[in-house]
């Protein structure tokens, strides 16, 4: 049995400037290459190609396409858990693909969490230096910044409002469970602000019970330790009745899981949540009206 399934975010589609169709695009691509992946090799490598494929497509917010800092640039979060085993990354700036960096922290180091400039030295003994700025980001990012230097302060509180996507995540299931979540954050985060993505058992996890990665709201994904939570819920209900409970305590959120027995589940409570699923090379997406 083997199972992908990923995200691209929770939010309100129709305030996109794109087409519904680029979205459900980008997630049938993105999980297609996580179960090609998971066919010759492990639940590993699925959910790092998965979205290491979100991290290049710049509609979403992670890696080409991340959202900007207060100071105009893009610092990134990304985590792998996978066997027990984890790697992470924080505020890294100018790589490509941020996922892939978390990766190597895991298999190439006797660390869990590389932050800031420690991280992007670590990941230029792999990968070049890379701009992930994009010009509609950069002119998005102008637009927010003159509010802000008016006074206007009060879309802070409803940053996600000005990003109709956010964090991209990946989980796998072929015996073995795999999770993988990339994110830019949220627009204007203060400089050295880190999200719930690559924070264990908040974003991202992947335990004996199930494989989840969440996305939404940062900081209220991190105050219910949402992941872990929906994980020690098992077995005693039902992974849909889980993801629901802790939805409860955790406003503007959505996760994709698998558990230990292969079942496959979804959840947000955002007007809508962009994602796909592949199951024995069929895949599925979601359908969104507006």
């Not at 900007?68 to 990304?78: F, K, P, R, W, Y």
């Not at 990766?103 to 420690?118: A, I, N, P, Q, Y």
């Not at 700025?133 to 003159?146: A, M």
């Amino acid at each position: 049995m083997k199972k992908v399934i990923v995200h691209g975010g929770a939010g309100d589609f129709s305030k996109s400037d794109h087409d519904i169709t680029e979205y459900k695009e980008g997630v049938e691509n993105a999980v297609q290459a996580g179960y090609d992946a998971l066919v010759t090799g492990n639940a590993l490598d699925a959910v790092v190609h998965a979205v290491s494929s979100l991290e290049d497509n710049p509609l979403f917010n992670a890696g080409t396409g991340a959202v900007l800092n207060v100071e105009g640039e893009v610092e990134a979060d990304a985590m792998v858990m996978f066997q027990g085993r984890m790697g992470a990354v924080g505020a890294l700036r100018n790589m490509r693909n941020p996922v892939q960096v978390a990766r190597l922290v895991m298999d190439e180091t006797d660390h869990v969490f590389l932050v800031g400039e420690g991280a992007y030295s670590f990941g230029r003994r792999w990968f070049d230096h890379y701009d992930p700025v994009t010009e509609e980001r950069r002119e998005k990012f102008e637009e927010l910044k003159s509010h802000f230097l008016r006074g206007d302060t009060r879309w802070k509180k409803n940053a996600h409002l000005y990003s109709e996507h956010g964090t991209v995540g990946a989980v796998a299931f072929d015996g073995d469970l795999a999770a993988a979540t990339s994110t830019g954050g949220i627009w204007l985060k203060l400089k050295g602000r880190i999200g719930d993505s690559p924070l264990a058992g908040c974003g991202t996890y992947a335990g004996e019970k199930a494989a989840l990665s969440a996305t939404g709201i940062g900081e209220n994904i991190v105050r219910s330790v949402f992941s872990k939570s929906v994980h020690d819920l098992l077995p005693e209900f039902s992974l849909e009745k889980a993801l629901k409970m802790m939805l409860a305590h955790s406003p503007e959120t959505g996760a994709i899981a698998i558990d230990s027995g292969g079942t496959v589940e979804y959840a947000f409570n955002t007007n809508n949540m962009a994602w796909a699923i592949c199951d024995r090379g069929n895949v599925s997406s979601f359908e969104v009206n507006i």
